[in-house]
């Protein structure tokens, strides 16, 4: 990448990470004064950047990526990444539609195997809508939305840093998968109880499992970080009815994650455990094992196709307002319909459970549901059309691509219907109706997301894209897209994942072959435009596209490092950058109405704690994470891997802990500092802190997580039957002692930990460390006596037990030891935090009303930690 | 509340035209030829009109041109184009023609899962077990057809076929698609289907969940006999009773 003359060239301040974050701050407030009037602020429009850049190297230097912890940055890396796992899952795709191209009958030997067919079905479902839609969508998330929300940045830079680095993490840990005895192929449902060792044995099934897993806790952490900014760090003005709609759709994809992946993740858990501890919950035999599965997976599964497409729904908003020079019509419908929906998503998931044992009751009040939901996206289309008439309609690159994904979402839509009149649906379970129906929606959104790219590159890049070369692609996309998927509908009745079909079907199969690879080819006439006007492309002012409105494209193209050269807001109606009376600057002509302004409510020198943007740590923990879970798939059903490859995988795995902990203590350690904005929209959350803002949120995470384990439990036991599964299932020594110590441990940890606060509020250091340290005990003790208890229980022996209570015993047995243990889990990991607090409060730190609340933070922790316990207990315990 | 009435409503049609009733295979081709020519309507005259706004409203276009239009600005705080009146028109009018729909086929669920005794009069019952990776058919009188023995699954013509399906093993899932029946192959639960072929012939059942290596080749022939020669084959298997009862709770 040759030098961007806006990036500053490399000054003696530019120091490593260590000393990024105590930079001197003063200092590079009164230069900027005393320099006059260009140094400091960065102003909008092709100004070159001079003064410091806070440690970052420029993005020139391959260090830059590994540090930074900008908003654009990782938007890039996101955008970039996920784009690599698009050709991932779209080179599976062509292999098996290779395969497709003649029917393999019994006997014959089709160009992969069956394993390895499987195994390219599963994984490219897999990809695609995990490693490659929703990153590509946050990757312009990232960039985006900050800018239109007018804020510098998100709210936890590091956090996002680290969500990026998981994500590239788990990716990896996919990939690895293929070379550890096949990965998994189960479908990218991943349904039980194919997905577990009896019936697919293969350490690369395990490490599948856990990339996905790590793909959730990047999400989870993400959506907190999104969370936490998009309620806290809007410009004044910008309340939560006026946001743009990309921004909008965002909120609602992000709260929507929240909770559908928290019931992903506790799945993975389970199933994890049942591959890793060999516990046996989706077991043949296990009671309600298998439907448990669809409940789990598909409480996600539904709300996960809207979170796919909802960014794609927002991006076609704004790049249908810009190219049609209209205001979206029927905004406020447009954006309850966006409501509707996302709360809808969580009450439908039993569509796709259509033809398993659920009632007829049941059956009926999730067709009712199923078609509700569809009832706001036929609002969505037509506000879409109707914005259309008496537009100044441009069809340029971003509008053809948003234009053509609106026409084929429509097509995807209507056979959507379909599907939801039950008995429809018994006819098109398992049939490739389902497949062509989900590939015109969901790769309808991939059409619209493809258009926010043509349509933000000149904001990310500086540079236009090729208009020919766009338009070139997009008639050769559309055309291979219908080629490959409308014939699917036609031979609807071919079963799914399979490659033996019926003759009769043969020319529409190849037709949709040749499709494929149309279809394909087209993304690299997109790779080649998009990677030659880098370096030959148009420069691009900070407006290319007339009627654009909102804030990204008021700044310079590329953004500057901190975004806006004032605070953002719209108090005013529109769009104004506030500063400090006697530092307002005149911008330059580009941005029209948009100016800097006066005003009085902030003090010269108020933004004198400069914001950090460099870190290694992010990459450190998740490549100890990477680690540590490669070492965690080489166990077996309870067993630790043997010989030299075994040693080599605990290593690793020991390595990766040891990596990854370190990481976070020195992480902790940093000074690093992403300041709160002095003027913003903050409700619902005024007056509460962010880092308490984002606590919150992810406690309600955390919620669902649990809320999903209980479940789990009662739906097993409900199964087996409530009350006979004590007497069945549950040796006598199993009594209710131990639990009730601990029950009385955990709640006086609590009590020490309200000490602790109120030690730190007195500034008694000795009062804090005192009171930790309490705690640590306690919550060790608690461990301790939990450890005595099982240890009790595994060496049982007696008739009815055999080989002991242990985790592959019985339904009763396994979610016994994995829901405890889960809690067990998190008492462990509050015990290191506390560890790590006895060890600041020992150097004086958190003493104070303000400096105590990294203390109240893992308060709320930990009192959520007794809570849970106080449900664990009766149910496991007592009922 | 109109969930409730309206099928009510139409239960005393079932025995006319508007519920399609008879074999499985007339109620699907009923309801799916109806959604088809629907749903083909609709998405024709909605593209087409988006087609037509597009293009009418290009740049530089006469009609375009004339638009007085207050036009968005840079940095404006956003704010909608109106129009929710136009909006409210379309959205009812999609919002009957689905939700009509819907209904309609819930009345024909109510007719597919509510059967009365005179429909299920003399059915044959025939427990399904799938496993990996092939089909045991279950009869009343204990014999077991096993598609891994090549045995097919011989049903009479003209009298209902009830089905349990389950599985040994893994999730399967049992379709007949030209007799248009499915259900779900669960282990350890049971589903039901029922299927009423009207003409003599051969089917192939397959499965429709995957399930492993040998997911494609799971299948299973199905035999349609006339009434008498089903019956008497059914007593030739009387001597072949084997213990085995199916693995369902």
């Known amino acids: 990448m040759t030098t961007d003359p806006r990036e500053p060239t490399a000054t003696p301040d530019d120091q490593p990470a260590a000393d990024g974050g105590t930079a001197p701050a003063a200092d590079g407030g009164t230069e900027a004064r005393a320099a006059g009037a ?227 993740l506790a799945a993975l858990f389970i199933l994890t455990a049942d591959r890793v501890l060999g516990t046996t919950y989706f077991a043949s035999g296990s009671p309600g094992g298998s439907i448990l599965w669809t409940h789990l997976f598909w409480f996600f599964g539904h709300p996960e196709v809207y979170i796919v497409f909802f960014p794609a729904l927002g991006a076609m908003a704004e790049i249908f307002q810009t190219f049609t020079g209209r205001r979206l019509v029927g905004r406020k419908w447009f954006m309850l319909a966006m409501l509707l929906v996302a709360l809808q998503s969580f009450v439908v998931w039993m569509h796709h459970m259509f033809l398993t044992t659920i009632n007829l009751q049941i059956k009926t009040l999730f067709m009712a549901t199923t078609i509700g939901i569809s009832l706001p996206f036929d609002l969505m289309v037509f506000a879409l059309i109707y914005t259309m008439i008496k537009g100044d309609n441009r069809f340029t690159t971003p509008f053809l691509f948003a234009f053509g994904a609106l026409l084929l979402f429509i097509i995807g839509g209507i056979t959507g219907v379909f599907l939801g009149a039950v008995v429809l649906d018994y006819e098109f379970r398992g049939t490739y109706w389902v497949v062509a129906h989900f590939h015109y929606v969901m790769v309808g959104g991939v059409t619209g997301l493809v258009g926010a790219l043509y349509y933000w590159y000149p904001k990310i890049t500086g540079r236009m894209y090729d208009e020919f070369l766009g338009k070139l692609h997009f008639a050769v996309y559309f055309v291979g897209f219908n080629l490959l998927y409308f014939p699917l509908f036609v031979i609807w009745e071919n079963p799914r994942r399979v490659f033996d079909y019926s003759p009769a079907f043969q020319p529409w199969q190849q037709l949709a072959t040749v499709g494929a690879f149309i279809l394909g080819l087209s993304f690299l006439i997109m790779f080649y435009n998009l990677g030659k006007s880098l370096w030959t492309g148009a420069e691009a002012g900070s407006s290319p596209w007339e009627y654009a409105t909102t804030a990204e494209w008021a700044v310079d193209s590329p953004p500057p490092l901190e975004n806006f050269p004032g605070i953002a807001s719209y108090k005013d109606g529109f769009l104004s950058f506030l500063a400090p009376a006697g530092e307002v600057q005149p911008m330059a002509a580009d941005g029209g109405a948009v100016g800097m302004k006066a005003d009085a409510r902030l003090e010269p020198g108020y933004d004198d704690v400069h914001a950090s943007h460099a870190s290694v740590w992010p990459f450190v923990v998740a490549m100890g994470v990477l680690f540590a879970f490669l070492g965690l798939g080489s166990i077996h059903s309870g067993k630790l891997p043997t010989g030299v490859g075994g040693a080599v995988y605990l290593g690793l795995g020991a390595l990766g802990v040891l990596i990854g902990g370190t990481g976070l203590v020195f992480m902790g350690l940093e000074p690093f500092h992403a300041p709160e904005v002095p003027i913003a929209e903050r409700w619902p959350f005024e007056g509460i802190t962010k880092m308490k803002t984002g606590v919150w949120i992810f406690l309600a995470s955390d919620i669902v997580l649990f809320g999903a384990f209980i479940g789990a439990y009662i739906f097993m ?105 889960l809690h067990a889990i998190h008492v462990f990991v509050g015990l290191l935090i506390t560890s790590y607090l006895i060890f600041r409060a020992w150097g004086g730190k958190y003493l104070g009303e303000a400096d105590g609340n990294s203390i109240e933070y893992f308060g709320l922790y930990w009192h959520f930690v007794d809570i849970v316990w106080l449900f664990l207990f009766p149910l496991f315990y007592i009922l | 509340m109109s969930l409730v009435i309206w099928p009510n409503l139409l239960v005393p049609l079932q025995g006319g035209s508007l519920i399609p009733t008879g074999s499985r295979v007339h109620i699907f081709q009923s309801i799916y030829l109806v959604f088809l ?213």
């Open chain 1, 38 to 264: 260009t140094a400091e602020v960065p102003l909008p429009v092709g100004r070159e950047e001079t003064g410091h850049e806070h440690a970052l190297p420029p993005q020139s230097a391959i260090r830059r990526w590994f540090v930074t912890t900008n908003h654009k940055d990782i938007g890039i890396l996101y955008i970039v990444t996920s784009l690599f796992f698009l050709v991932f899952g779209g080179t599976l795709a062509l292999l098996f539609r290779i395969q497709l191209w003649s029917p393999v009958q019994a006997g014959q030997t089709g160009f992969l195997s069956a394993f390895a067919y499987n195994q390219a079905v599963s994984i490219h479902g897999l990809v695609m809508v995990f490693w490659f839609l929703s990153p590509f969508a946050f990757g312009f998330a990232n960039y985006v939305v900050p800018l239109q929300l007018g804020a510098k940045d998100l709210a936890f830079p590091r956090l996002n840093a680290i969500s990026y680095w998981f994500y590239l993490a788990s990716g990896i840990l996919l990939g690895v998968s293929f070379f550890q005895g096949g990965s998994f192929a189960g479908g990218w449902t991943m349904y039980a109880p194919l997905n577990i060792p009896t019936f697919m044995p293969n350490i690369g099934g395990t490490t599948a499992v856990l990339a996905l897993a790590l793909f959730v806790i990047s999400v989870t952490v993400s959506s907190v970080n999104f969370l936490t900014t998009m309620h806290r760090m809007r410009a004044e003005g910008l309340t939560l009815r006026r946001l743009p709609l990309f921004s909008a759709s965002i909120l609602l994809t992000v709260w929507m994650m929240l909770f559908a992946f928290a019931s992903l």
């Open chain 2, 37 to 249: 020519l629907l749903g083909t309507a609709v998405g024709i005259v909605v593209i087409s009109y988006m087609l037509y706004n597009g293009y009418t409203y290009r740049t530089g276009s006469e009609k375009s041109e004339r638009a007085d239009v207050d036009r968005p600005q840079l940095g404006e705080i956003p704010t909608g184009g109106g129009g929710g009146r136009h909006l409210a028109l379309s959205f009812s009018l999609s919002t009957i023609i689905v939700v009509s729909l819907i209904i309609w086929t819930y009345g024909t669920l109510l007719y597919v899962s509510n059967p009365t005794a005179a429909q299920s009069a003399g059915e044959l019952h025939v427990t399904v077990v799938g496993k990996q990776f092939a089909w045991e058919f279950h009869y009343p009188n204990g014999y077991v057809a096993d598609s891994s023995n090549g045995d097919p699954f011989r049903v009479p013509v003209n009298r209902r076929v009830q089905l349990t399906v389950t599985s040994k093993d893994v999730f399967h899932d049992f379709g007949i698609p030209s007799l248009r029946v499915k259900s779900d192959a669960m282990p350890g639960q049971t589903t039901s289907q029922w299927f009423l072929a009207t003409q003599t012939g051969t089917h192939i059942a397959r499965c429709y969940e995957l399930c492993g290596a040998g997911h494609s080749y799971m299948t299973a022939k199905v035999v349609v006999m006339p009434q008498n020669a089903f019956d008497s084959w059914y007593a030739t298997t009387g001597n072949n009773t084997t213990t085995a009862t199916p693995s369902a709770a």
């Open chain 1, 717 to 821: 036991r409900f199964d087996f039957g409530w009350t006979i599964w004590h007497h069945d299932l549950i040796p006598p020594q199993h009594v209710v002692l131990p639990g009730l110590i601990n029950t009385y441990l955990l709640l006086t940890s609590s009590f020490t930990v309200v000490l602790a606060l109120v030690a730190a509020e007195r500034r008694s250091r000795a009062g804090v460390v005192a009171s930790l340290v309490t705690t640590l005990f306690l919550g060790v003790g608690f461990l301790i006596n939990k450890a005595i208890e099982w240890h009790h229980l595994f060496d049982i022996r007696t008739t009815a037990y055999p080989a002991g209570w242990a985790f592959s015993t019985n339904a009763a047995s396994s979610t016994f030891y994995l829901t405890t243990g």
